[in-house]
């Protein structure tokens, strides 16, 4: 398996549960501007050091876009005039 995503409530135990119980590293912890916090972890064996250069993909089916004054969704399909 190459990788997951976990949905979790609680983002602080869940990563303490990875990396005390489990043994895992992080492997990615960033805030994006809206504040959100992704966290990405890796088994131990696993070969990412500190430093290292890491690919995030983002399925853009995933991505919800919203006007930040309405706070609307924006449709991001091309539109027919």
């Known amino acids: 398996m190459h990788a997951?995503?976990?949905y979790v409530r609680d983002q602080e135990r869940s990563l303490r549960f990875f990396l005390?119980?489990?043994?895992?590293?992080?492997a990615f912890d960033?805030?994006?501007e809206s504040g959100q916090r992704l966290v990405a972890v890796a088994p131990?064996?696993?070969?990412?050091?500190?430093?290292d250069?890491?690919?995030i993909?983002?399925?853009?089916?995933?991505?919800?876009i919203?006007?930040?004054e309405s706070g609307r969704r924006i449709?991001?399909?091309?539109?027919?005039?």
């Open 44 to 51: 131990p064996n696993d070969s990412i050091r500190p430093g």
């Open 30 to 32: 960033a805030r994006v």
């Open 20 to 26: 005390d119980t489990l043994g895992f590293q992080v």
């Open 4 to 6: 997951v995503n976990v």
């Open 53 to 55: 250069i890491v690919s």
């Open 75 to 81: 449709d991001p399909s091309p539109q027919r005039i």
């Open 66 to 68: 919203f006007d930040a």
């Open 57 to 64: 993909h983002i399925r853009p089916e995933g991505v919800h």
